[in-house]
């Protein structure tokens, strides 16, 4: 064996540590593509996020303000975490398509908004529309209610 393969050899063990390729290690991506997962690991679940969303708050055919929200979703379990990861276009076309109607319906008007219940009812939601009940709990990490301060939008 030449020199460079005998340093080759000894550095990839070294190479695979410091990349978190450690025997026994396991790790849930964030990035969409999945790693292995440990025995123990498929009873836990874990968090997704979603991202922003925005709808607009409409009076006589007029955006008069927005509510932005930053959500991420409880999964049960491991599975859960999957389905939820894989489905995350269809999870976001549904919450999207939820606050446009509570908008509609005026629960973004002042004071009228409960945090909880909106909570509930987009899990409530989600839950209905993905087999098996994977979400666990809605958390947002913002929710802003703004209105146009003199003029449209």
């Known amino acids: 064996m030449s020199k460079l393969a005998w340093a080759l050899a000894a550095a990839a063990p070294i190479a695979a540590a410091s990349l978190g390729f450690g ?3 396991i ?3 964030p990035g969409g593509f999945e790693l292995p997962v440990a025995d123990d690991a498929a009873e836990q679940g874990g968090i997704v996020a979603l991202g922003q969303f925005v709808a607009p708050l409409m009076e006589e055919g007029r955006a008069r303000g927005h509510v932005l ?3 991420r979703l409880e999964a049960m379990d491991y599975e859960a975490l999957r389905q939820i990861t894989r489905e995350t276009p269809r999870v976001r076309h549904v919450v999207l398509g939820k606050f446009y109607s509570l908008a509609k319906l005026g629960v973004f008007e002042e004071s009228q908004a409960d945090v909880a219940d909106l909570a509930a009812a987009l899990k409530s ?3 209905a529309e993905l087999a ?3 979400v666990k709990s809605v958390f947002f990490d913002r929710l802003l209610v703004q209105g146009a301060t003199g003029g449209a939008l």
């Open 125 to 127: 939601e989600i839950n």
């Open 69 to 71: 929200a930053q959500i």
């Open 23 to 25: 025997v026994g290690e």
């Open 27 to 29: 790790q849930k991506s």
């Open 132 to 134: 098996g009940d994977p």
